[in-house]
């Protein structure tokens, strides 16, 4: 029924629109993104764009938090598709839209992306097997982060994908070092953990050193649910 519920309500959402009733439009389609379904990045696009019309129409607080959210829909579908050319272009074009329509001591404060969203472009790029440009991205990402955030949330996944990154160009020894350096400062998130056990295992195994793969791997066995 899901599937259902979600396809009558775009229809409804496609209809409110041509009658003119955004509030309606806007509503459907935060929850339609909120579910993450394949067409999410048109529909986060089309949003801000929405977002933007209808800040442009208005001059009280509401209009700046539409101009942020859409701001923040932009950036994310840009993040998290650097290696899409065509939706990528869409998205550059919707965020420089939505950052001239912002104040300027807004422009300022948000003239660049937040490290969350950094964090997804530095995956994005990863998964798109863009290992040289992942780790410049996530070397550049976790220098920002300062001392006091270096291993921080935000700092424990950018070193984790990092280490994938790096993993990438068949650098066992360099790979096992940086999920090593995740082992031993990002003790709070056992998934993360977990992985990053298991990979320093595989690439010590790789690069021959064999007793530190099975330390690796014995810490893991200890750690995973019996």
């Known amino acids: ?9 775009l229809l409804l959402a496609e209809a409110a629109l041509k009658a003119g009733k955004t509030e309606i439009v806007i509503d ?21 764009a929405l977002l933007l019309d209808r800040a442009g129409a208005k001059t009280d607080d509401a209009s700046l938090s539409d101009q942020r959210e859409a701001l923040g829909l932009a950036r994310r579908v840009a993040a ?3 290696a899409r050319t065509t939706i990528l272009d869409r998205a550059r074009k919707v965020e420089k839209r939505a950052l001239e329509a912002l104040p300027r001591v807004e422009q300022k404060r948000l003239a660049r992306p937040t490290a969350e969203e950094e964090l997804l472009r530095v995956k994005a790029l990863v998964e798109a097997k863009l290992e040289a440009d992942a780790e ?20 424990c996944e950018a070193s984790f ?9 068949r650098e066992s020894a360099r790979a096992a070092e940086a999920f090593d350096a995740v082992v031993e400062h990002c003790k709070a998130d056992d998934d993360l953990l977990a992985r990053s056990l298991y ?18 791997y014995g810490e893991l066995e200890k750690l995973l649910p019996k």
């Open 28 to 48: 459907a389609w935060r929850a339609h993104i909120g579910e993450r379904p394949a067409e999410s990045n048109d529909y986060a696009l089309r949003l801000a």
């Open 161 to 169: 994908w990092r280490a994938k990154a790096i993993s990438l160009k």
């Open 199 to 216: 990979l320093a295992g595989k690439h010590a195994a790789a690069d021959g050193k064999k007793m530190q793969a099975a330390q690796r």
């Open 1 to 9: 029924d899901q599937p259902i519920a979600r396809d009558a309500r």
């Open 136 to 155: 410049k991205s996530a070397d550049a990402l976790i220098a920002s982060l300062g001392k006091a955030e270096r291993w921080n949330a935000t700092g």
């Open 80 to 82: 998290e598709n650097v």
